[in-house]
């Protein structure tokens, strides 16, 4: 029971994401979001390297 509520609240908790933001700095994020990603060697290594469970 204990169990099952705990995940009931994490659930709730993670439901309540929510940010406010003014129209000018809404503008400046979707245009940061909306930028090409700089290459990322480190990054592509990565996702590029199996998982310890995949070896």
Do not use: Q
Request: hydrophobic share 35%.
């Amino acid at each position: 029971m204990h169990d099952i509520a705990c995940r009931e609240a994490e659930s709730v908790l993670l439901d309540r994401g929510y940010f406010s933001l003014s129209a000018e700095t809404f503008r400046k994020f979707t245009t940061m979001l909306d930028r090409p990603l700089k290459e990322n060697h480190k990054l592509r290594r990565l996702l590029r390297t199996k998982a310890p469970w995949e070896r």
